[in-house]
């Protein structure tokens, strides 16, 4: 299963709603994650099963859609979400990631 | 707290054997699938496999597949991912990561995310 995800880099000012989607090439149900990975850091869980935030994320941060198409929303961008954000599926092996989108601040 | 302890940085020549860990704790280690991600320089990240440490059912990525192994010692709650010739385009960090599930009336279920990471084991192939 292929995820394709975009944007592949974004710029957007602190306050600003972003919004990436990842597109997969077959249903793959609810079976999606979002994870955050700082510069120099191990990624993070944010969002597993489509739309359910992981424990200790805060608020902001937002996942939604079933099926093929996903969509990860900050509602409001902070500067400590400078990060890459990938998606992955594990719906079926092998557990594929999406390309990841860069997300900077203007 | 769970945590996924991984091994130091490893330089290595190309066609040397390296075997890197993962130690894990505080959570009960045959109970839930831990995988391997790879992250080429300035990449992203790639899937490389999974196993169960209870039952050592293992699953690798067909890219992935021949390249490496996968395997876990429950012994000293401890995963691995070892290479019997290395390439230089093995550099790469790599990262062990937890799959989420829970466990009730005696049976464990995953869950459909990555929910613990190591800190990452850097290798670097160089002659």
């Known amino acids: 299963i292929q995820l394709t995800q975009s944007p592949s880099s974004l710029s957007a000012s602190v306050g600003a709603r972003v919004t990436i989607t990842c597109r997969a090439s077959?249903?793959?149900?609810?079976?999606l994650a979002w994870y955050q990975q700082k510069p120099g850091k191990a990624p993070d869980l944010l969002i597993y099963?489509?739309?359910t935030l992981q424990s200790g994320v805060p608020s902001r941060f937002s996942g939604s859609g079933s099926g093929t198409d996903f969509t990860l929303i900050i509602s409001s961008l902070h500067p400590e979400d400078l990060a890459t954000y990938y998606c992955q599926q594990l719906d079926s092996y092998p557990l594929t990631f999406g390309g990841g989108t860069k997300v900077e601040i203007k | 707290e769970v945590q996924l302890v991984q091994s130091g940085v490893d330089v290595k020549k190309p066609g040397e054997s390296l075997k890197i860990s993962c130690k894990a704790s505080g959570y009960i280690f045959g109970n839930y699938w831990i995988g391997w991600v790879r992250q080429m320089p300035g990449k992203g990240l790639e899937w490389m496999g999974i196993?169960?440490?209870?039952?050592?059912?293992?699953r690798y990525n067909p890219s992935f597949q021949g390249q490496v192994t996968i395997s876990a010692d429950m012994s000293i709650n401890t995963a691995y991912l070892q290479w019997s010739t290395l390439k230089a385009s093995d550099t790469a960090m790599y990262y062990c990561?937890?799959?989420?599930?829970?466990?009730?009336?005696?049976?464990?279920?995953?869950?459909?995310?990555?929910?613990?990471w190591g800190q990452g084991t850097l290798v670097t192939v160089s002659s």
């Open positions: 077959q249903d793959i149900a609810s079976s």
């Open positions: 990561a937890r799959r989420g599930g829970h466990c009730s009336g005696g049976k464990c279920y995953t869950e459909d995310n990555l929910d613990y």
């Open positions: 196993i169960y440490p209870g039952d050592s059912d293992t």
């Open positions: 099963a489509a739309s």
